[in-house]
């Protein structure tokens, strides 16, 4: 059985930083693409970040580009997203997702992912 898990939300004044996990269970992360993707209440779900397996191509949202740096620790079957200069627009619950293929192909829709994690809170606020 598949599971992610994010984890490292939390409150984060403007400006500054925090590094979320998507941990996997019941498969391994680096055959496929992984994105994350962050949705607020009453909005729709946006894409935030992909990494493609292998290669670990990249690619981001013009929104948080320049900001963000997703990454993949195989070892640990682990992705990464690093976030710096936080903005109170970045609030939101974020989630991980797979894609069992192993390329962000049309990616930022997130219809494609076929598992998800439960998510986990960010809230940039002073």
């Known amino acids: 059985q598949v599971q992610l898990v994010e984890s490292g939300g939390g409150l984060v004044e403007p400006g500054g930083s925090l590094r979320l996990s998507c941990a996997a269970s019941?498969?391994?992360?680096?055959?496929?693409?992984i994105g994350w993707f962050r949705q607020v209440p009453g909005k729709e779900r946006e894409g935030v970040s992909c990494i493609a397996s292998s290669v670990a191509s990249t690619y981001y949202a013009d929104s948080i580009k320049g900001r963000f740096t997703i990454s993949r620790d195989n070892a640990k079957n682990t992705v990464y997203l690093q976030m710096h200069s936080l903005k109170p627009e970045d609030t939101a619950v974020y989630y991980c997702?797979?894609?069992?293929?192993?390329?962000?192909?049309?990616?930022?829709?997130?219809?494609?992912?076929?598992?998800w994690g439960q998510g986990t809170r960010v809230t940039v606020s002073s």
């Open positions: 997702a797979a894609d069992f293929r192993p390329r962000c192909w049309s990616w930022m829709k997130g219809a494609d992912f076929r598992s």
């Open positions: 019941g498969v391994t992360l680096d055959y496929y693409a």
